[in-house]
């Protein structure tokens, strides 16, 4: 199972796949019956989760009804416990939205807008180029714009995009695939082979991997950056129930 789901996603982008596997995996979640581990979007539970991972496939990974992944669950968990998303009344970007969060942000009361947008995600309302962003300043309240950094030209200047738009109240969530045992973050623009570049930065449409400098990194694009451990202050027994990632840091980032 694991060497079909590391084909797929290595030769077909995931944002369309998420658009037609929905019913497959649903399928598949009935041979993984069970109680061991639960996705807190969807509140099913399963044996275990599905794997995923395009070279080597993880373990336990992908939720076969809500179709999160560990990184999903636990910002699901963050917004619901260490921020008001749910509660006040916001406006909202959400840039290459993921098919686990849309449909139930779309029907949050309390958002006053809630606008998808991305360059080419056909699970996106707005067609745009998040270098040049066609909204106007200080407009949300936040941003999501998860694993999209290492696919762009320029990383700053969609950061500074991403900070225009946000009123001065406003915060974001950026995330992107890190490589802990790197310093800074490694890009070379004369990598342009696909096979390079999986090799280098481990996928084959990334222009970067990024390393412990990204806060640094989003702070030039005048971001307040809060590097939030919030899945090593959750109980062991809660990380394991919800198959979070144990080292993913949440990288909250202020305006102000």
């Known amino acids: 199972m694991k060497y079909i789901i590391s084909f797929l996603i290595r030769f077909v982008p995931r944002k369309y796949l998420q658009l ?92 006053q807008e809630y606008i998808t947008a991305d360059l080419e995600s056909p699970l996106a309302k707005v067609k745009m180029d998040i270098h040049q962003m066609p909204f106007e300043d200080n407009h949300f309240d936040v941003v999501f714009c998860n694993h999209v950094m290492e696919h762009v030209d320029d990383d700053l200047q969609a950061m500074r995009e991403i900070r225009r738009v946000l009123k001065q109240t406003g915060w974001a969530i950026i995330q992107s695939p890190m490589d802990l045992s790197l310093a800074t973050t490694y890009e070379d623009k004369t990598i342009i082979s696909p096979q390079e570049r999986e090799k280098a930065f481990g996928q084959n449409d990334h222009v970067r991997m990024y390393g412990r400098d990204y806060a640094q990194r989003l702070s030039l694009a005048g971001f307040r950056v809060v590097e939030d451990e919030y899945v090593k202050q959750l109980p062991p027994e809660k990380v394991k129930r919800y198959a979070l990632p144990a080292d993913e840091i949440i990288y909250h980032c202020f305006k102000n």
């Open 20 to 111: 037609v596997s929905g019913i497959g995996l649903k399928f598949l979640g009935l041979f993984y019956r069970g109680n061991n581990v639960e996705c807190p979007i969807s509140g099913k539970t399963y044996s275990k989760f599905l794997p995923y991972g395009r070279i080597h496939p993880r373990e336990n990974a992908l939720c076969p009804d809500s179709q999160s992944l560990e990184r999903h669950r636990l910002m699901w968990l963050f917004l619901k416990e260490k921020t008001d998303f749910f509660q006040a009344p916001l406006k909202v970007l959400h840039i290459a939205p993921e098919v686990c969060f849309i449909h139930r942000f779309e029907n949050l009361k309390n958002l």
